[in-house]
């Protein structure tokens, strides 16, 4: 079964609204990290938050870490058309150089 | 740098017939990953490479499929013979052995099995 588990699983929202995705592990991890896919596209590393981090920053994304919980949000302010794509988190956990995705938040931003 | 490469984007073929999917990694990485991408399955990993050497071919789903990186700039995933099932984009993706954990992946490979 697929380590993380990303809800909701679509997501539609405005040109300039927020954007957040959660995201659910179920074992201990050593980081985290979030990856875009554009339609027909490989995906594209976005931003890795270890298990000692609370909260990271990247331009207009934001990711916090709730280890005690095993969850994850990534919140994308001021969202932009180009923003519309879908959304995985990662998680190597137990299982070392292996990444096990979740099953993504396909996110549509209307203009 | 170009990036992870992949070969063919797309194919189309009959089933039975023998498919052969590439990989090019970017140079300097170290470690190599082939996954399928399905609807019904998401991202699956398949296999990983460490120097060229496979560690962990447990997401590998039957004897039909093997994969080989004879050396550091190159991998393929075999598959014979292919069935209608096994249509799914097959995407390879490379990571540093000293950086984070980051993985670059490729475009993908669209297989269709008729």
């Known amino acids: 079964s697929q380590q993380g588990e990303e809800d909701p699983q679509a997501l539609s929202i405005q040109e300039g609204e927020n954007a957040t995705m959660n995201c659910s592990y179920k074992t201990s991890i050593n980081n985290l990290q979030w990856y875009r896919q554009n339609s027909g596209r490989g995906l594209v590393h976005l931003i890795l938050?270890?298990?000692?981090?609370r909260e990271k920053h990247s331009g207009r994304l934001r990711v916090t870490l709730d280890t005690s919980k095993k969850s994850s949000s990534l919140l994308i302010t001021a969202s932009r058309a180009a923003d519309t794509a879908s959304y995985f988190c990662?998680?190597?956990?137990?299982?070392?150089?292996?990444?096990?995705f979740g099953a993504g938040t396909i996110l549509r931003v209307k203009s | 740098d170009a990036g992870v490469i992949q070969s063919p984007r797309h194919e189309v073929t009959e089933m039975g017939q023998e498919v052969t999917l590439r990989c090019k990694p970017i140079?300097?990485?170290?470690?190599l990953f082939w996954y399928r991408q399905t609807m019904m399955r998401g991202l699956e990993l398949l296999i990983y490479f460490n120097n060229n050497v496979p560690i962990d071919d447990s997401g590998m789903p039957e004897d039909r499929f093997s994969a080989k990186m004879p050396n550091a700039s190159f991998s393929t995933l075999k598959i014979q013979p292919s069935e209608p099932r096994d249509s799914a984009v097959y995407f390879c993706?490379?990571?540093?052995?000293?950086?984070?954990?980051?993985?670059?992946f490729g475009p993908g490979t669209r297989l269709t099995v008729l």
């Open positions: 938050i270890r298990s000692n981090e």
């Open positions: 993706a490379s990571r540093s052995g000293t950086e984070t954990d980051t993985q670059y």
């Open positions: 140079s300097g990485h170290d470690y």
């Open positions: 990662a998680t190597d956990g137990q299982y070392g150089n292996k990444l096990v």
